[in-house]
């Protein structure tokens, strides 16, 4: 007797014979395959260009940032460095106006004195040469290089400690997490 064997009644004993985890046919022809395995997510599926107004010099920009609910936290090292699937969002931290070369890590972007603005002006952007864009991501160079940038405009600005802690501390965690991808 099988689970099935009273189908008839209902007029549906063809299903009689029907296996309870048995894989659906068509999935094993390749007839309706999932979305998931026609379309593989890459890592820019998951970014945007979110605009920004530089609040040194005024001018509009787009950088690029990670869909929030589109990642998911794998886990966090002993240093709190969090690992998500499918896209390091670390990469796409620091924020980099191409005009003036002011640039920040995204929580203190926003936040400028008139004398730091000042700063920024005297220090960074009378030598600015800008900053290539290349691609749809950004390599582990070209974060490296941007939160370096946002780094020196930290100091230039005599931020708070904290913040060029912090930017230390993302600067640590971009390099290791170019070596993992070499090793």
């Known amino acids: 007797m ?28 390749g007839g309706d395959a999932s979305a998931e395995e026609k379309h593989t997510v890459m890592e820019e599926d998951l970014l945007f260009d979110k605009g920004y107004t530089c609040p040194v010099c005024d001018e509009e920009f787009h950088s690029k940032m ?8 794998l886990s966090a090292d002993t240093d709190l460095r969090p690992k998500y699937q499918l896209v390091d969002s670390l990469k796409y931290d620091a924020l980099v106006c191409p005009k003036c070369g002011y640039a920040s890590l995204s929580r203190f972007f926003k936040f400028m004195l008139p004398a730091q603005a000042k ?15 290349s691609g749809n991501t950004y390599s582990y160079d070209d974060a490296i290089a ?6 020196a405009n930290a100091v230039v600005k ?14 640590a965690w971009l390099y290791r997490c170019k070596a993992e991808t070499l090793a």
């Open 2 to 29: 099988s689970l099935f064997s009273n189908l008839g009644q209902f007029g549906l004993g063809k299903l009689e014979k029907m296996d309870v985890f048995d894989e659906d046919p068509k999935k094993d022809a």
């Open 66 to 73: 990670v869909r929030t609910g589109k990642v998911k936290l």
């Open 119 to 133: 700063m920024i002006r005297e220090n960074i952007t009378t030598n600015f040469k800008g900053i290539e864009t």
């Open 158 to 171: 005599k931020a708070k400690t904290s913040e060029k802690a912090y930017t230390c501390l993302k600067i």
């Open 146 to 151: 941007r939160h370096q940038l946002a780094l």
